[in-house]
């Protein structure tokens, strides 16, 4: 039996080796092959079968070619690894790397969404001469490879809130939080609580999550592996691959394929090429802090040896986390960073942190974020204005301080209780001064005249809702910028002609004075983001800052370089975000806008970086802060991980400006998708849309292919993402400016400095 | 009384429909490459998001209007004069023959010899307690309605009404709501069929399936 056993491995081993190496032509896998084959000959013709030496001397061969292998790896043979059944999967971590588990939240089938597992796991270990038990939450995607209701990996949004669910009970039972991140990315559905926007909840509340996460990187596809990713260490495994799409994604973007065709296995190579989507591409950048090295061609079931080490090295880290922010390490702290070997499970360190661990915790994690992808972008600041910029911004927040905190606090108290003695005065005057003014009105003759009535038109205008359609509430016709397409004589017909039987629009009229909305039906042509700029934003007044700062190419992506020279020449514009200081109506606010013009809206490191510069300026100014998005196709992916890492890093600088109470805003236009709507615009208490723009996580060709459904046309429509509880309201465009001068005066947080 | 026979005869001796495109208003026209006896087919896809065929373009104010099929057929006469000419609303372009489905005949011959009983409001239908039971175990044509004989129940935000049949006696030929469906005022609820009719229905049915053979 045990030889039978043997050769079912040797045969299992054989075919993953085939797998991995797709159709690549190999010396050694042809040995390999052909050895395996003389031995099954053998095997049945004669009797005793194979004999033992024979065996060992072939799985020597089998462990000599696979080291071979290993060093030819290319991207896509890891991409290819990650995703062969063969590869480990979380049950196996939780069955071996962990003492005891306990899955929660469903098991199997039974199960919210099977693809995202729970377990409360515990590490037992002996430290002296005493057994401790400590627990931990694991989070993460189970691939369950061959079982497909587990839907390979892909979380839908309802797993996801599950994980977010456990990682607050984690949050409440003061326990570390294991990530393991096994997703090709997020399932594509919109209902309720929608992928984009549970995502982007995840990485909101995980931004401040009061206890140390450690995430593992196996397979880490975009936004689905953002939703439980974002932590105080994230340690990859040798052969995993952490990218922004995945190579056939972007072979398909780049070949400009329609839906249904297939592009070249080369080019999907060069794609896992170009993106750098390895650990060791990943470490490099510093979006991964460590790489575990596992066997060769990757880890697989039966390397129990792996499993030891990746036990080791989460019991190391947690420490590590654990000991860099509380207050009584002493030597322990210095024995955690030099332990190489097993003695990390010596080293007994209490996981559960203080309060004031926690907030430094949270802190460091912040951070941590805020220093990532400095080389993805080009900084065109002179020193000299840097450093002039960094004193203002000193000041500022000294200024706030001063005015807002010091001055504005007690200011505030006195306010309140002068209102509250007002209040209460009034209601003694009242109860003492009425009788006595009833009866003077009674004795004293012709003061008992009836009170003047109002008029009902009066009352019927004070009463009555707005209405664009009436003129009611419009600027009128002179708008402060007008868009080009207005100088054509021609007219266009709306869109809904055949519902509302809207006539026809002469071109000057619709996009001059009606600000491109039509008058019958209220359908909003696509407008440009300039109108917006003008006519809402008082652009040209306004003070626009990081300025300077540039996209570039900085995984060096074929062709990416004219690409970006040529939006950037078109649009005049050095990167897809524009960050400036306004005032709206009177009210001093922080804007920065995503333009589709510019490659899509697409975010990258520069994009990423405007934006927490100005959510960081907002915060320091004490001021509100509006993110207009004109459109955006989701993160740029010709920058890899980059990109990626735009969307914890800005969800965290929404966080931070949040917590320290500002009012943060979100208004959609046009098409909005993917990686930005799944963080940082997302996750705002408030997000507006105008209407007819179209917000979603992925775009309808994508949904698909990746699920083999298609959707309805209009599924993506705002009024839709209104139903599902996605956004908070839909707007006219020719209200924008009124409704967000009445958002910032009835919504936000404490701090604005003009409350 | 119908003449089924009849009726049928008459959609045999022109299987199809014929359909006039008309200019939906003022312009130039340009004719797409469009000949007669070509085919040409509607809008497609699950949710009719894919257009019909290209028949025209009309060109007012510089505004190019496509004017597409609106259904499956073959054209009969593209009205090439008007090549390049300005022409008024309801000038017709294009005639496109479009033979009738299985499906389309079949309703069309039980639209014209049922009794259709409408629904009084936008409501939610259901038969009552009795008829349901016996239409479940029996089938439809189990059951025969008489003029004031109350069988459907309307209800609409938690109101439950009895709804009384008004018409000729018959036998419930089709049922044309689901249950929990809403549906909209002046919409069919029942096909009736005269007692005596029905035979000669389910064979003119019968050999429409059998024989028609256009199909969807």
Not at chain 1, 453 to 477: F, H, Q, W, Y
Not at chain 1, 620 to 628: D, L
Request: hydrophobic share 35%; charged share 25%; net charge neutral.
């Amino acid at each position: 039996m045990d030889r039978e056993r043997r050769i079912q491995g040797l045969r299992d081993r054989l075919h993953y080796i085939q797998d991995i190496f797709a159709n690549r032509d190999d010396e050694s896998i042809r040995l390999l092959a052909a050895k395996f084959g003389e031995l099954m000959e053998r095997h049945e013709t004669i009797p005793g079968g194979a004999k033992r030496e024979e065996l060992v001397r072939i799985e020597d061969l089998f462990d000599f070619s696979e080291r071979k292998l290993d060093t030819t790896l290319t991207p896509m043979d890891r991409v290819r690894i990650v995703r062969h059944p063969q590869r480990i999967c979380l049950k196996d971590i939780l069955e071996n790397v962990y003492d005891n588990y306990t899955e929660i939240g469903g098991r199997g089938e039974y199960n919210i969404d099977p693809s995202m597992l729970i377990a409360r796991a515990v590490f037992s270990r002996r430290v002296g001469d005493k057994v401790i038990n400590q627990m931990v939450m694991v989070i993460g995607q189970e691939k369950g490879h061959g079982e497909a209701f587990r839907n390979g990996g892909s979380v839908k949004p309802w797993g996801n809130a599950k994980a977010l669910h456990y990682m607050k009970v984690a949050e409440t039972e003061n326990i570390p939080v294991h990530a393991f991140v096994f997703t090709p990315g997020a399932y594509p559905v919109e209902d309720w609580p929608g992928a984009a926007q549970q995502i982007a909840r995840n990485l909101y509340e995980l931004a401040g999550l009061r206890v140390p996460v450690i995430s593992v990187f196996s397979e880490g596809g975009s936004g689905g592996a953002e939703a439980i990713g974002l932590a105080d260490r994230r340690i990859m495994l040798s052969h995993g691959y952490y990218s922004v799409i995945s190579p056939e994604g972007a072979a398909a973007i780049e070949a400009g394929l329609r839906s249904g065709d297939r592009t070249t296995p080369e080019l999907i190579e060069k794609c896992a090429r170009q993106l750098c989507i390895t650990a060791e591409d990943n470490l490099r950048n510093g979006y991964v802090d460590r790489v575990l090295q596992e066997p060769p061609l990757g880890a697989r079931p039966y390397h129990y040896d792996f499993f030891h080490e990746l036990r080791r090295e989460l019991i190391q880290t947690t420490n590590e986390v654990v000991s860099s922010v509380k207050s009584m390490k002493l030597y322990r702290a210095m024995a955690v960073r030099t332990s190489k070997t097993d003695d990390a499970e010596s080293i007994y360190m209490r996981w559960t942190l203080s309060s004031s661990a926690l907030d430094r915790l949270v802190d460091l994690r912040q951070r941590k974020f805020r220093a990532m992808s400095r080389h993805a972008r080009l900084d065109g600041t002179g020193v000299v204005s840097r450093a002039v910029a960094a004193t203002k911004g000193t000041v500022w927040a000294a200024h706030s301080f001063l005015r807002y905190d010091l001055l504005g606090r007690q200011k505030k108290r006195l306010n309140a209780m002068f209102e509250d003695l007002g209040a209460e005065a009034h209601l003694v005057r009242h109860k003492v001064f009425m009788p006595l003014k009833k009866t003077l009105d009674r004795v004293l003759p012709g003061n008992n005249g009836e009170q003047p009535k109002v008029g009902v038109a009066v009352v019927d205008r004070l009463t009555r809702l707005s209405c664009p359609e009436d003129g009611a509430c419009l600027v009128g016709s002179e708008w402060a910028w007008t868009s080009p397409r207005s100088q054509e004589d021609r007219t266009i017909s709306c869109p809904n002609v055949r519902t509302h039987h809207c006539p026809d629009l002469w071109v000057p009229d619709l996009f001059g004075d009606f600000a491109g909305v039509c008058p019958s039906c209220g359908h909003h042509f696509p407008m440009e983001y300039r109108w917006y700029l003008e006519n809402v934003f008082g652009y040209s007044e306004a003070k626009e800052f990081n300025r300077q700062l540039e996209s570039v190419n900085p995984l060096g992506y074929e062709k990416f370089d004219t690409k970006l020279d040529k939006a950037k020449e078109r649009t005049g514009l050095k990167s897809a975000c524009i960050t400036f200081e306004t005032s709206i109506e009177e009210v001093d606010t922080v804007v920065a806008v995503l333009c589709a013009p510019f490659r899509g809206g697409s975010v990258g490191a520069a994009e990423g970086e405007k934006f927490i510069r100005a959510a960081e300026r907002a915060t320091r100014k004490r001021q509100p802060f509006i993110a207009y998005v004109h459109g955006t196709a989701g993160i740029r992916i010709q920058e890899g991980v980059n990109g990626v890492i735009q969307m914890p890093r800005c969800t965290i600088a929404v966080r931070r400006y949040i917590d320290a109470g500002g009012l943060y805003l979100v208004l959609y236009d046009t098409n909005s998708y993917a990686g930005p709507v799944a963080s940082f615009l997302g996750c705002s208490p408030y997000q507006f849309a105008v209407q007819s723009s179209n917000i979603g996580f992925a775009g309808p060709g994508v949904i698909s292919e990746t699920t083999g459904t298609a959707v309805p046309p209009n599924y993506h429509q705002a009024y839709h993402a209104l139903s599902r509880g996605h956004i908070h309201g839909i707007w006219d465009r020719r209200e924008v400016k009124k409704n967000l001068h009445q958002s910032l005066l009835t919504m936000g947080g404490r701090n604005l400095y003009y409350r | 009384m119908l003449n089924i026979k009849e009726l049928l005869d008459k959609v045999k001796a022109s299987p199809y429909r014929e359909i006039v495109v008309r200019a939906p208003h003022t312009g130039v026209v340009s004719f797409a490459s469009v000949k007669p006896g070509e085919k040409v087919h509607g809008p497609r896809g699950e949710f009719m998001e894919k257009p019909g065929t290209l028949l025209a373009q009309l060109t007012r104010e510089k505004n190019e209007k496509p004017i597409l099929a609106p259904e499956k057929g073959v054209i009969e006469a593209v009205h090439t004069r008007f090549e390049g000419q300005f022409v008024e609303a309801g000038e017709p372009l294009v005639t496109i023959k479009h033979y009738m489905t299985r499906k389309e005949v079949i309703e069309l011959i039980l639209q014209e010899a049922l009794y259709l009983f409408r629904a009084p409001e936008r409501a939610k239908y259901y038969f009552v307690p009795e008829v349901d039971q016996k239409l479940k175990v029996s089938g439809k044509r189990s059951v025969k309605v008489h003029d004031g004989m109350e069988f459907l129940i309307v209800s609409r935000m938690k109101r439950e009404t009895p709804l009384a049949y008004s018409g000729p006696e018959g036998i419930i030929y089709s049922v044309y709501f689901g249950r929990g469906e809403n549906v909209d005022e002046g919409e069919p609820l029942i096909g009736v069929c005269p007692e005596d009719q029905l035979s000669v229905i389910q064979d003119v049915v019968a050999r429409i399936q059998s024989e028609w053979e256009e199909e969807v």
